[in-house]
């Protein structure tokens, strides 16, 4: 299979933050997809830090939402906890990633009316 359901976002782009072990975040969304989703969920990602190989997961997975139908909307909240810290302060070292399951030859494409992420402590 290729390309998978992956999605980046940078939300602290401009704001200079960096994500810090324990820190917990209020995801809100609303959205609609254009094709079904098996399972739809979120996590903190670094794709900055060489020491550690590039890649590090800055939390676990936060579930989204379940068997997603097309052109459908949906509306909610999920909490993410971080249990890595950032490398930097630097966008791509502070990620949001939503990734799509199962993995296919077409990305389904999402359309946010509402992604705000919010510090809760």
Same mark, same amino acid.
């Given at each position: 299979?290729?390309?998978?359901?992956?999605?980046?976002?940078?939300p @602290?782009l401009?704001?200079?933050?960096?994500?810090?072990?324990?820190?917990?975040?209020?995801?809100?969304?609303?959205?609609?997809?254009?094709? !079904?989703?098996d399972? /739809?969920?979120?996590? @903190?990602?670094?794709?900055?830090?060489?020491?550690?190989?590039?890649?590090?997961?800055?939390?676990?997975?936060?579930?989204?939402?379940? !068997?997603?139908?097309?052109?459908?909307?949906?509306?909610?909240?999920? =909490?993410?906890?971080? +249990?890595? =810290?950032?490398?930097?302060?630097?966008?791509?070292?502070? /990620? /949001?990633?939503?990734?799509?399951?199962?993995? =296919?030859?077409?990305?389904? +494409?999402? =359309?946010?009316?509402? /992604?705000?992420?919010?510090?809760?402590?």
């Amino acid at each position: 299979m290729s390309r998978g359901g992956i999605i980046f976002f940078f939300p @602290f782009l401009n704001k200079k933050t960096k994500i810090a072990e324990g820190e917990i975040y209020t995801l809100s969304y609303t959205f609609v997809s254009n094709a !079904d989703i098996d399972i /739809l969920y979120v996590f @903190f990602f670094d794709k900055t830090d060489e020491k550690r190989q590039w890649n590090v997961r800055l939390s676990a997975d936060s579930h989204i939402k379940s !068997d997603v139908k097309a052109n459908i909307e949906y509306k909610g909240y999920v =909490t993410i906890i971080s +249990t890595e =810290t950032a490398s930097s302060t630097a966008p791509d070292a502070n /990620l /949001l990633v939503i990734n799509a399951l199962p993995y =296919t030859n077409n990305q389904p +494409t999402l =359309t946010f009316s509402e /992604l705000e992420i919010v510090k809760s402590n």
